[in-house]
């Protein structure tokens, strides 16, 4: 069965940092690329950071945002410096094999986790 599982979500102080993990099973992790999305209420999902062979972020996350991969593990991780407010979504990580879209767009993805909460907020 195949599963991701996302961690470490929370609530944080505008400024702080917290750092998202996600563990995969069930399939053969380190064929796979991966990223994290996120998504605010109202709002379109977003891609916010991916890694293959390089890493790929969007614009308002660059210089603030780290992600990484550990194979040994099966986990990707998402390191988040400097939140601020508009940060606040549900964070999901995903993996893709068949590159049938663009790094940042949902259908280049065949495994998706069941999100876990950021909150920024003084």
């Known amino acids: 069965e195949v599963q991701l599982v996302e961690s470490g979500g929370g609530l944080v102080q505008p400024g702080g940092s917290l750092r998202l993990a996600c563990a995969a099973a069930g399939f053969t992790f380190s064929s796979y690329y991966l990223g994290w999305f996120r998504q605010a209420p109202g709002k379109e999902r977003e891609g916010v950071a991916y890694?293959?062979?390089?890493?790929s972020y969007t614009d308002s996350v660059k210089g603030r945002f780290t992600i990484s991969r550990d194979n040994a593990k099966n986990t990707v991780y998402l390191q988040m410096n400097s939140l601020k407010p508009e940060d606040s979504a549900t964070y999901y990580c995903a993996a893709g094999l068949s590159r049938s879209g663009r790094w940042y767009e949902a259908r280049a993805y065949n495994y998706w986790g069941q999100g876990t909460q950021v909150t920024v907020s003084s």
């Open positions: 890694i293959s062979y390089g890493v």
